[in-house]
């Protein structure tokens, strides 16, 4: 028997146990279902022992399983750790990160020039797209964070800041004025039926101006005087600004700004991209207090 452990099954085994299942762990490492379920074959038959329970409908660790999974985590953390310090330009690999569109200014294009001059020979891949979206293709292990814009928070993540929502509108504009009051958003955005069941409740008539698929449209729209939005206080792009209303709309909620991420591959990467977003959105938030 060989007393040497496989650092990548070990990874495997890790992804696995955390997320439940190959399918997920598959995803999370970027590899095919069979090539994670060999690794784990490999790694039970070199120490023989069985460390997952196949028998439900989701796998669990055995008793051996949960004895190593503990010192498996030590082991990967310790070895990304010497790779990082050893390693000139630190890793090389890839980091998908998936970002709303509402929030992608000002705070991520920030982040991601740190984050290249950190990591010079990491390819940065940024999704836009919508939370609901973002999530499910985090679920299926498609990215290794991102960020969401909800209001609660789900097991796994943290908030990184919250954030007002306000009406914006034309620079100077009068659209919020008119009634029924003209809403541009995206089809799916989440804002869109908060702001609709505030509106009914103030007693405000509104019909939807754009019903889009991309926030270019909805831009066009708002910046020309045609229909107003929402984005999260801080958030608003150059040829939009935020409406003094003096109380002729209605005040809106906070949002949170979350973070979801997975660290089963490339822990220290991750974490140090987490980090400069704590940052990036924390200082956000107090520029938009200030």
């Keep these: 028997m060989s007393r040497q452990l496989d650092l990548t099954a070990l990874r495997s085994f890790v992804a696995v146990a955390d997320t439940g299942g190959v399918t997920k762990a598959a995803g ?3 590899l095919t279902q069979s090539a994670v379920s060999m690794q784990l074959k490999r790694l039970e038959e070199s120490l023989g022992l069985d460390l997952m329970d196949r028998s439900g409908r989701t796998i669990a660790l055995t008793g051996s399983g949960e004895q190593l999974v503990s010192y ?8 990304d750790e010497v790779y990082k310090l050893l390693t000139s ?12 569109h509402d929030i992608v200014y000002p705070a991520v294009p920030q982040v991601l ?24 293709q985090f679920e299926h292990g498609e990215m290794d964070v991102i960020l969401t814009t909800e209001n609660g928070l789900d097991p796994g993540g943290e908030t990184l800041t919250e954030l007002q929502l306000i009406w914006v509108g034309a620079p100077g504009g009068t ?16 804002f869109r039926p908060l702001v609709q069941r505030r509106l009914d409740a103030a007693g405000i008539p509104w019909e939807v101006a754009v019903d889009a698929e991309s926030f270019r449209t909805v831009g066009a729209m708002v910046s020309a005087d045609l229909a ?4 999260l206080e801080g958030t608003a792009i ?3 600004e935020s409406i003094t209303h003096g109380g002729a709309l209605p005040d809106l909620t906070a949002m949170r700004v979350n973070a979801y991420a997975n660290t089963h591959s490339n822990e220290a990467m991750v974490e140090d991209l987490l980090s400069l977003l704590r940052r990036a959105y924390r200082a956000l938030k107090m520029k938009s207090a200030a």
């Excluded at 498996?72 to 070895?79: G, T, V, W």
């Excluded at 330009?89 to 709303?100: A, T, W």
């Excluded at 950190?118 to 999530?135: E, M, Q």
Aim: with cysteine; glycine share 2%.
């Design 238 to 240: 150059n040829h939009l």
């Design 228 to 231: 107003v939005h929402t984005l």
């Design 89 to 100: 330009d630190s890793y090389e690999g890839q980091i998908r990160l998936g970002v709303p």
């Design 72 to 79: 498996a985590r030590r082991m990967l953390s310790l070895n």
């Design 28 to 30: 999370f490492l970027n």
């Design 175 to 190: 659209a919020w004025r008119k009634r029924p009051l003209r809403l541009a958003y995206e089809r799916d955005c989440l």
């Design 113 to 136: 020039r740190q984050f290249a001059a950190a990591y010079p020979r990491v390819d940065v891949r940024l999704t836009s797209s919508f939370t609901k979206s973002l999530k499910a």
